[in-house]
């Protein structure tokens, strides 16, 4: 049974700092991973999603590599925003188009 | 304009009563699916349709019967709701089953059950 783990729980960070926040997954057969953002009382916002043949993805300030072997992900934000504060999600897709997610890292980026 | 819409937002009912949310894509898509998000924000699948066929029942209770009357639309009943069933609910969408496309969410519902 796949399952997904996110490190850490919550991050708060001063504006301007680079950060990194990581995923774990148990189950290295997997056909993408998808990293999400979800705002409060809001729903998921996709950020990137990296194919199992890939090892990253970029999109403007994001960065996220993966690591299929080992079972990890990373993501990568540059130059953090108070905008960015939100709650970060990494998922894995597996067959049958199962999506599981990881419990999320909260970020808090302070002006 | 909205990708992925689900209705109501918000409801509130009591327990033993019956009552479904509704989702709706634009997309054009093949796939939705139904995730459930707990108190503790953790979210699990629940259901999955491709071409208005299910594909995905994640062990969930009977009380819960998904349909999709056409390739747009995936709407959820729930009988006999419990004290349990409190959760935020979201529904998806992605284009087929394949493994590179992202899956799109809908707002949410927040089901209070008292």
């Known amino acids: 049974k796949q399952e997904v783990t996110q490190i850490p729980a919550a991050l708060s960070v001063p504006e301007g700092e680079n950060l990194v926040l990581n995923c774990s997954f148990t189950d290295s057969a997997i056909y993408n991973l998808q990293w999400f953002r979800q705002d409060p009382g809001k729903g998921l916002t996709s950020l990137l999603l990296i194919q199992s043949s890939q090892r990253e993805q970029t999109s403007g300030r994001l960065n996220a590599s993966l690591d299929k072997s080992s079972g990890r992900s990373t993501l990568y934000i540059a130059a953090s925003q108070p905008g960015d504060s939100a709650t970060y999600l990494c998922?894995?897709?597996?067959?049958?188009?199962?999506?599981?997610f990881g419990e999320g890292t909260q970020l808090t980026v302070n002006p | 304009d909205t990708a992925v819409s689900q209705t109501p937002k918000y409801l509130v009912t009591q327990m033993g009563n019956d009552k479904s949310i509704k989702c709706e894509q634009n997309l054009g898509h093949d796939t939705m699916y139904w995730y459930k998000q707990d108190s503790k924000k953790f979210l699990k699948i629940m259901f999955s349709?491709?071409?208005?066929?299910?594909?995905i029942n994640e062990t969930v209770p009977n009380r819960f019967s998904p349909k999709s009357p056409d390739k747009a639309h995936l709407n959820l009943h729930i009988n006999s709701l419990e004290l349990g069933d409190s959760a935020v609910y979201f529904c998806?969408?992605?284009?087929?089953?394949?493994?590179?496309?992202?899956?799109?969410f809908g707002p949410g519902t927040r089901l209070t059950v008292l």
């Open positions: 998922a894995v897709e597996t067959s049958g188009s199962r999506l599981t």
């Open positions: 998806a969408s992605r284009g087929g089953l394949a493994g590179d496309s992202e899956q799109f």
């Open positions: 349709y491709n071409n208005k066929e299910l594909i």
